[in-house]
């Protein structure tokens, strides 16, 4: 029992340190990419981040444990929300919730309606397999795609007005090096590959780690990787938000969250890839869609904690930031009772 532990934690820690230098670089590439902090904090943060979810169910799917690996995308969805009010709670000079920009909305609502439509697949049970892959989790990574341009789209036209404007008024920046930008440019993008490549390699140690524990300790594959592995998965998540916040960088954060509960459901894909028992998301225990279920709650909390836009703070906890604990907590209490 000793030595699983011993892996779960050093690749735990491994994870942890990774994700403490993303949220810097990727801050660096929005800034000198002028790409915009809500959209490299949805699509790369989220792709970064979330890469020890994808490969660490892959590496269940592999090892033959469909429902550690469905346990761990949708018990993530719950996490990173748990992750969205921690940092409300923690950061108490602003509402983080309200000082994001209005954009989320549409990076939530993707990430809701990927997240409801995998837990009807797994409800569904219709076991359509081409090539070793359900047509549920194809679908769930061609809707992905489709939704990211579009926040792309809708951040490139927000990018557009503001250069207008800042031309109208006389206030457009003056051009700096170029040589200089693309030499801080690629120093980012080197420092976020290595960062990414530390959680690639953490990744699969943690899933096998967790598949011990699962087995030596009693308790379902399910509940393991609803919590434990969820919960240690999306550590990047937590630090990076953190490190995002306390740099002002309020989009950089909150369109991690939502970006990779949306990655995490395209990423069903490539756990159906690893999995050879046919389609993953058919084959999966029904109680995955309550998991999914409460998540989705838990989103629209968020979502509703960003656009209402009441400037007051609580002197000891915000209610809204305290509901989402609230429901996180009892949400893992349904499941390791149900």
Do not use: C
């Not at 990173?80 to 602003?94: A, C, F, V």
């Not at 009807?120 to 892959?133: A, D, N, Q, T």
């Amino acid at each position: 029992m000793f030595l699983p532990w011993l892996f779960f934690v050093v690749s735990a820690a491994a994870i942890v340190f990774a994700g403490t230098k993303l949220s810097r670089y990727g801050d660096q590439i929005a800034e000198l990419t002028g790409l915009g902090r809500l959209w490299i904090g949805a699509v790369l943060m989220a792709a970064a981040t979330s890469l020890p979810e994808v490969f660490t169910t892959m590496s269940a799917g592999w090892i033959d444990a469909p429902d550690l690996a469905a346990g761990n995308l949708f018990g993530a969805g719950m996490s990173n929300m748990l992750t969205l009010g921690l940092i409300d709670l923690l950061y108490r000079q602003k509402r983080v919730w309200q000082q994001a920009a209005m954009g989320h909305t549409l990076t939530a609502t993707l990430a809701m309606v990927l997240t409801a439509l995998a837990a009807f697949f797994v409800l569904l049970r219709v076991e359509v397999v081409h090539l070793g892959v359900g047509f549920e989790s194809l679908i769930l990574l061609i809707l992905y795609v489709l939704g990211m341009r579009l926040v792309f789209r809708q951040e490139d036209m927000a990018r557009r007005q503001l250069e207008h404007k800042a031309v109208v008024e006389g206030m457009a920046e003056e051009p700096g090096s170029d040589g200089g930008r693309r030499d801080a440019l690629r120093h980012a993008v080197r420092g976020f590959s290595v960062g990414a490549l530390v959680l690639l390699i953490a990744a699969p140690v943690l899933a096998w780690s967790a598949e011990r524990i699962a087995e030596e300790s009693g308790m379902t594959a399910t509940f393991i990787g609803t919590s434990l592995v969820a919960i240690t998965t999306s550590l990047p998540e937590l630090v990076v938000s953190i490190s995002a916040v306390r740099l002002g960088a309020f989009d950089l954060a909150v369109g991690n969250l939502f970006g990779s509960n949306a990655f995490n459901m395209a990423a069903f894909f490539f756990a159906d890839l690893a999995y050879r028992g046919g389609g993953l998301l058919s084959t999966v225990s029904s109680t995955h869609a309550l998991t999914a279920l409460w998540a989705i709650i838990m989103m629209n909390i968020g979502l509703m904690g960003i656009i209402y836009r009441a400037e007051r703070r609580f002197r000891l906890i915000e209610p809204d930031s305290l509901l989402m604990i609230v429901v996180y907590v009892l949400g893992l209490w349904l499941f390791f009772n149900g």
